[in-house]
T-cell receptor
Framework: GNSVTQMEGPVTLSEEAFLTINCTYT??????LFWYVQYPGEGLQLLLK?????DKGSNKGFEATYRKETTSFHLEKGSVQVSDSAVYFC?????????????FGKGTHLIIQP | SAVISQKPSRDICQRGTSLTIQCQVD?????MFWYRQQPGQSLTLIAT?????????ESGFVIDKFPISRPNLTFSTLTVSNMSPEDSSIYLC????????????FGEGSRLTVL
């Protein structure tokens, strides 16, 4: 079956540091890949997505590239801000993310200190 | 996009009781899902709520424990039956498919604590 593995948290960084949150997956076929973010006290929001190999999703300064050869979708940001403090979930879908449920990683709690 | 309202946002329940969570969407959606997020854990799909027919449950979840209704394309309910402390979780409604293809939208969740 499908599974998503992401790095354990919490991850604590100083403002303006470089961020990488690792995510690898196991899936049959060619899944779509997603990063969701959950800010304190809010619901999950889609951060970015990629639907095929070598696609790069980007939003709010975050990027992730769909690497089929390494089955990875690592999240990166060049300079984090305090407002980026949140829980980040990597997820995959076999059906484009809209016609089927998602398989989520356990989430990574990111804490950015001023 | 889609705006999702869940009620209640949180509740404290006694062991052995049942609670129904409501999910209302501001527009018609094709797919509605219910997830559970246990403390410190990831989100786990409970079931897909099908309009006009029985929900489709994932492995480990059964209708007797988590009955689901979906009377129309904008509303669904999840009942957590005969609750025990192990049912203490955040329950989330999400929607997708159709015009929302490629993305799932989530409600803010219902945080249940079972004593």
């Amino acid at each position: 079956g499908n599974s998503v593995t992401q790095m354990e948290g919490p991850v604590t960084l100083s403002e303006e540091a470089f961020l990488t949150i690792n995510c690898t997956y196991t899936a049959t076929g060619y899944p779509s890949l997603f990063w969701y973010v959950q800010y304190p006290g809010e619901g999950l929001q889609l951060l970015l997505k990629a639907t095929k190999a070598d696609d790069k999703g980007s939003n709010k300064g975050f990027e992730a590239t769909y690497r089929k050869e390494t089955t990875s979708f690592h999240l990166e940001k060049g300079s984090v801000q305090v407002s980026d403090s949140a829980v980040y979930f990597c997820a995959l879908s076999d059906a484009g993310g809209g016609a089927d449920g998602l398989t989520f990683g356990k989430g990574t709690h990111l804490i950015i200190q001023p | 996009s889609a705006v999702i309202s869940q009620k209640p946002s949180r509740d404290i329940c006694q062991r052995g009781t049942s609670l129904t969570i409501q999910c209302q969407v501001d527009s018609q959606v094709t797919m509605m899902f219910w997830y559970r997020q246990q403390p410190g854990q990831s989100l786990t799909l409970i079931a897909t709520a099908n309009q006009g027919s029985e929900a489709t449950y994932e492995s480990g979840f059964v209708i007797d424990k988590f009955p689901i209704s979906r009377p129309n394309l904008t509303f669904s309910t999840l009942t957590v039956s005969n609750m025990s402390p192990e049912d203490s979780s955040i329950y989330l409604c999400s929607v997708g498919g159709g015009r929302l293809a490629g993305e799932l939208f989530f409600g803010e969740g219902s945080r249940l604590t079972v004593l």
